[in-house]
């Protein structure tokens, strides 16, 4: 029998990052889970059916915690794959009414909450390991007043470009991991604060999935060992697409789509 894979998991208390600790427990793997709320209760949910669990509370926008932290849930041992999916959606605003402390917050937590991340645990990989960053497909494509969100988005889309480059060369596969929509307690919070036009805009990138569907996606997309992981086949078509558009034409589509969900 195969040994159990070692998964760390951040944003394990919560949505898609919980959805991956039961998939991951569901093949019996040791997790490691971490969060800023302590995430006990989806080790508790896990009891039973992962090989072990081990839990941290921890801000990943402090370096030197999230490394104490890893290194002391790692235990000497290497870890095996690595899901980063900690991360925040700011108030969606126009450009000129973001606050900057909101930008900023964004910023701290998506994007260099991902660095510190990376940072803590390549010590504990090893060749054969895997590094998944949850991105968007917020990164791939700008989001209608997506600023801070689609900004730190894009941002870990180049964090696990560069890295790849580098941990390729040590046998260690990085995954940049850009979901359309996906149920959550994200997305909930997004709906019931309301912008009905960028809603609209949103809902022509598909139907969202739930967060077992998202993380069913993540698991099969890091386990062929696909950089780009889209685990919806609409978000997928819609990033092929905006990918081959030449960008003209690509903004003209964009703008219309707004003028239109703008008229309601
Ligand atoms: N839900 C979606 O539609 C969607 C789509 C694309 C990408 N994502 C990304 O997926 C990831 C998970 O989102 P979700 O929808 O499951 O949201 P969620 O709010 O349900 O879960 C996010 C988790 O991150 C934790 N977190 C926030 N700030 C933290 C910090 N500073 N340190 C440690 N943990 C912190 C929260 O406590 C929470 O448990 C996020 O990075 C999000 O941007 C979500």
């Known amino acids: ?46 009891t039973g059916t992962a090989e072990s669990t081990s839990t941290a509370a921890v801000d990943v926008r402090e370096a030197s915690a999230t490394a104490d932290a890893v290194t002391t849930l790692a235990a000497g041992q290497p870890i095996d794959v690595v899901v980063n999916c900690a991360g925040v959606l700011p108030p969606i605003d126009p450009v000129d009414a973001v606050s900057p402390d909101d930008f900023k917050r ?36 700008a989001g209608y007043r997506y600023t801070a969100y689609s900004a730190s988005k894009f941002g870990v889309v180049g964090l696990a470009e560069t890295i790849r480059m580098e941990l390729a060369q040590r046998g260690i596969q990085v995954h940049a991991i850009c979901p359309g929509e996906v149920t959550t307690p994200m997305v909930d919070a997004e709906i019931a604060a309301g912008d009905s036009v960028q809603r609209a805009v949103k809902m022509m990138s598909g139907r969202p999935i739930t967060a077992e569907q998202a993380a069913d996606g993540i698991v099969t997309g890091i386990d062929s060992g696909s950089f780009f992981v889209i685990p919806s086949a609409q978000a997928r078509v819609l990033s092929v697409i905006t990918r081959v558009t030449p960008v003209p034409l690509r903004h003209r589509i964009t703008d219309l789509s707004i003028r239109r969900a703008a008229k309601g």
């Open 1 to 46: 029998m195969a040994e159990p894979r070692t998964v760390l998991i951040t944003g394990a208390a919560s949505g898609i990052g919980r959805a991956l600790a039961h998939r991951y427990a569901s093949e019996g793997a040791r997790l490691l889970l971490v969060d800023l709320n302590d995430p006990t209760g989806t080790a508790a949910e896990v």
């Open 106 to 141: 964004t910023i701290d937590i998506n994007l260099t909450g991902s660095f510190n991340v990376v940072h803590a645990v390549v010590p504990h990989l090893r060749s054969g390991s895997h590094l998944a960053l949850i991105a968007s497909l917020g990164g791939l494509i």
